[in-house]
């Protein structure tokens, strides 16, 4: 990986995304030193123009940006970083700079929520408690919430259609995390089957 720095004079423009919902969180510049200490380090530095000097996202408020993958576009004068990020991104205490935070995706975090709730073993969680039940009573609330979802499909209250379709997603969620599996397995099964 060679970017470009000559471009820009110097700065390469770094787009940073969050590797779980996609979501466009910033944008910042690199210098090549700023770039070689982000590959080393995994936790992304910029250049900042206003400052002068190299600045890592996070040293002030503590929200880092984790690396996950790092790729130039077809030029080599731009990159995209997607990261995992340890808190809100933007200054202003948003999730990103854009201000567009949406629901969209949010099925990703909720993933990785319910894997942390496992791995933490907190004893008050319900993604716990429902996971030491195991295998049998998970998939028995899986086909609860979809008979509740079919139910609702029949009435015309799309609160209650929309309460039950969240919960059937929650609880497959779960069922996948006991099958050892992640939306992004059964999403590489639908992509393999659009033709």
């Given at each position: 990986m060679r970017p470009n720095f000559e471009k820009g004079n110097g700065l390469l423009p770094v787009i940073i995304q969050d590797y779980c919902t996609q979501e466009v969180l910033m944008m910042a510049y690199m210098n090549n030193e700023a770039f070689e200490k982000t590959k080393q380090e995994r936790v992304v530095t910029f250049f900042s123009r206003s400052k002068g000097r190299l600045w890592t996202k996070g040293e002030t408020s503590g929200n880092y940006l984790?690396?996950?993958?790092m790729k130039l576009d077809c030029d080599n004068d731009s990159l995209?970083?997607?990261?995992?990020?340890e808190g809100p991104v933007c200054?202003?205490?948003t999730q990103s700079c854009f201000n567009d935070s949406t629901s969209?995706?949010?099925l990703y975090r909720l993933e990785q929520i319910i894997r942390i709730r496992l791995e933490k073993e907190d004893q008050s969680s319900y993604t716990n408690q429902l996971f030491k039940k195991?295998?049998?009573?998970?998939a028995q609330k899986v086909g609860e919430e979809a008979v509740e979802l079919i139910i609702e499909a029949k009435d015309n209250n799309l609160d209650l259609f929309k309460g039950e379709a969240?919960?059937?997603l929650y609880h497959l969620l779960v069922l996948f995390r006991m099958k050892d599996l992640q939306l992004e397995d059964i999403e590489t099964v639908l992509l393999s089957r659009h033709k």
């Open positions: 984790s690396v996950i993958s995209l970083i997607k990261v995992d990020p200054h202003a205490g969209k995706g949010f195991g295998i049998n009573k998970v969240a919960d059937l």
